[in-house]
Each structure stands twice: as C-alpha cells, then as structure tokens.
T-cell receptor
Framework: SQQGEEDPQALSIQEGENATMNCSYK?????LQWYRQNSGRGLVHLIL?????REKHSGRLRVTLDTSKKSSSLLITASRAADTASYFC?????????FGAGTRLFVKA | DARVTQTPRHKVTEMGQEVTMRCQPI?????VFWYRQTMMQGLELLAY????????DSGMPKDRFSAEMPDATLATLKIQPSEPRDSAVYFC???????????FGNGTRLTVT
C-alpha cells in the first residue's frame, strides 16, 4: 500500500510559472524525499527533508514539511519545459522507501 | 558517473515462460530494492536486500516471484511462470545506507502475452 499521496494528479502550467505539488502521508517518518521521473526512465532523487526540518531549498526547488499535518509540498519556481515529468514523494516505512502515486507536471513552452 | 544498470531494457515473452531480470547496483551500495511500476498500481515495493540478505519480500507473489543477490554486484528477479498481469516496468534501485537517497536503474519493461 502507498504511504504518500500526491496532489494534484496532473498539473499543466506555462513556462516561467511556479508549480506546487503536495504530498500527504499516514504514519510518522524519519525523512521525506522527492523524486522526478522522465518518461521511459528511472526515478531521480531531487531532495530529502528530515522530520526535524521544516523547509529546504535546492536551486529552483523548495520543499516544506509539516509533520503535524503529515504533509509536504514541492515548489518549482520559474518552471521550464525541461521540468515536464512525474514527481513522486517517498517516505520511509521502517527500512522501506515507499512512493506515492505521483503528480504529472506538464510545462508548456 | 556511477549508476545502476538493469538488463534487459525490454522483454517480450509468452505466458508461462520464465523471465529473469538483472541489476548491477552502484559499487559500495549495501541496500538494493526491486519495484514494479504500472499505471494502475503505481510504484510497488517487491523486495529489498541489505548486505545481500533479503530483509523483506512481502510485496512479491511468492508462488511465482523470487529475488536473490548471488554477490554484491548482481541482483536478480525471476518470474516463473510469467502471466500477462506481470506486464509492467520493473525497477532496481540501490542506496548507500539506511534512509539515504535511492539511485534507480532505467528499468526493464516486461510484456507477457
């Protein structure tokens, strides 16, 4: 069963706009990770945020974590056509890494 | 640039045939995962290993699936006999330590007719 659930399922925006994706999870975690998957390829790790952190930045990515609400968000600023991909959150369930269903992002040039 | 290698990239087989998928994890990574991805179920964890020992394979149909790590450089996932519902993309991923980022291969796309 999936631990994390992303919202929205799909998102279409214009190049230059910001994209926000949300993830909710069910049980307590040690950390939460975000991954990107381009069509036909494996997942690529983007960013990891620990349970005692509230916000983390990496380039154009900003991740927040609210453990009281069991939720996280991924913000991509100034999106580019190359950001078109599926984005997944992943949580640690014991020793396992469990992925949500993903958000499909389409950035129109 | 170190990466996880999976073979074959594509496999088409008939129902009832044995399928073997292989994975070479990144050298030095002690944790290996097998995932299956379908449109309906998303990414499902099938099995994972630490230091070559299977820690959890509860996500696998035991009657037909088996996963092994004969050595630190090779992980295998076998399906015998294969069924059309096994059609999916199978991913291998490796990690350096517990709770560290996963590095994925590009998957094996399996089609069972």
């Amino acid at each position: 069963s999936q631990q994390g659930e992303e919202d929205p399922q799909a998102l279409s925006i214009q190049e230059g706009e910001n994209a926000t994706m949300n993830c909710s999870y069910k049980t307590s975690i040690n950390n939460l990770q975000w991954y990107r998957q381009n069509s036909g390829r494996g997942l690529v790790h983007l960013i990891l945020i620990r349970s005692n952190e509230r916000e983390k930045h990496s380039g154009r990515l900003r991740v927040t974590l609210d453990t009281s609400k069991k939720s996280s968000s991924l913000l991509i600023t100034a999106s580019r056509a190359a950001d078109t991909a599926s984005y997944f959150c992943a949580t640690d369930g014991g020793f396992k890494t469990i992925f949500g269903a993903g958000t499909r992002l389409f950035v129109k040039a | 640039d170190a990466r996880v290698t999976q073979t074959p990239r594509h496999k088409v087989t008939e129902m009832g045939q044995e399928v073997t998928m292989r994975c070479q994890p990144i050298l030095g990574h002690n944790t290996v995962f097998w995932y299956r991805q379908t449109m309906m179920q998303g990414l499902e964890l099938l099995a994972y290993f630490r230091n070559r020992a299977p820690l959890d394979d509860s996500g696998m149909p035991k009657d037909r699936f088996s996963a092994e790590m004969p050595d630190a450089t090779l992980a295998t996932l076998k399906i015998q006999p294969s069924e059309p519902r096994d059609s999916a993309v199978y991913f291998c991923a490796s990690a350096n330590t517990y709770n560290s980022p996963l590095h994925f291969g590009n998957g094996t796309r399996l089609t069972v007719t």
